[in-house]
């Protein structure tokens, strides 16, 4: 399989994994990337001061989330960067993440890429499930002008990806609903 067929799916994965895994890191760690990912910071933060066994709830708007991205992928470009070049064997500049969350209960994530001048519009629409209290990303249709990229290949790129990510979430805590309505994501649960 050509590597360049995956780099959507990596390209969203990585701004929203760089958004989420340094929101969670420890204060030690972690570095102000700008009022979102602050935001995001500060909820993760009143999760981890909370008492074990204590219920929360946590909305994120979708401009938060594309407000986020978008910091993430300005602060740690460089990483993004390497990544994608890593698994793509090339250079690739990735500008304008947005995420969007849909009425239907689905997200849209989409970017620009390319290089240089030359950027396409990808665009990647999914759900989110969860599947023993932990949430899993289903991607049902990719958009990728020029290269077809199934959602199967996807779905396996990103379980690939997340499994880390996902193993540190649910030491942190136990999710038990995650809802998606016309501009947030709300999630539910308990603090471990």
């Known amino acids: 399989?050509?590597?360049?067929?995956?780099?959507?799916?990596?390209?969203?994965?990585?701004?929203?994994?760089?958004?989420?895994?340094?929101?969670?890191?420890?204060?030690?760690?972690?570095?102000?990337?700008?009022?979102?990912?602050?935001?995001?910071?500060a909820e993760a933060q009143r999760i981890n001061d909370l008492p074990a066994g204590t219920p929360f709830t946590v909305t994120f708007s979708d401009d938060t989330l594309t407000q986020a991205a978008e910091e993430a992928l300005s602060l740690y470009s460089a990483d993004i960067k390497a990544a994608l070049q890593k698994l793509a064997s090339m250079e690739i500049d990735v500008a304008k993440p947005k995420v969007e969350f849909n009425g239907d209960g689905t997200l849209k994530l989409s970017a620009k890429a390319g290089k240089g001048f030359l950027k396409v519009g990808a665009s990647a629409i999914a759900r989110i499930n969860l599947i023993n209290g932990?949430?899993?990303?289903?991607?049902?249709?990719?958009?990728?002008?020029?290269?077809?990229?199934?959602?199967?290949?996807?779905?396996?790129?990103?379980?690939?990806?997340?499994?880390?990510?996902?193993?540190?979430?649910?030491?942190?805590?136990?999710?038990?609903?995650?809802?998606?309505?016309?501009?947030?994501i709300a999630i539910e649960g308990i603090k471990n």
């Open 1 to 41: 399989m050509n590597k360049r067929s995956l780099i959507l799916p990596v390209i969203l994965l990585l701004c929203m994994a760089f958004v989420g895994w340094h929101a969670y890191s420890p204060v030690n760690q972690y570095t102000s990337g700008g009022p979102a990912m602050d935001q995001l910071y």
């Open 134 to 184: 932990i949430p899993e990303i289903q991607v049902e249709k990719v958009d990728v002008p020029l290269i077809s990229i199934s959602a199967e290949t996807a779905n396996s790129e990103i379980k690939n990806l997340t499994g880390q990510y996902m193993n540190y979430l649910t030491s942190f805590c136990s999710l038990s609903k995650i809802e998606i309505t016309d501009g947030q």
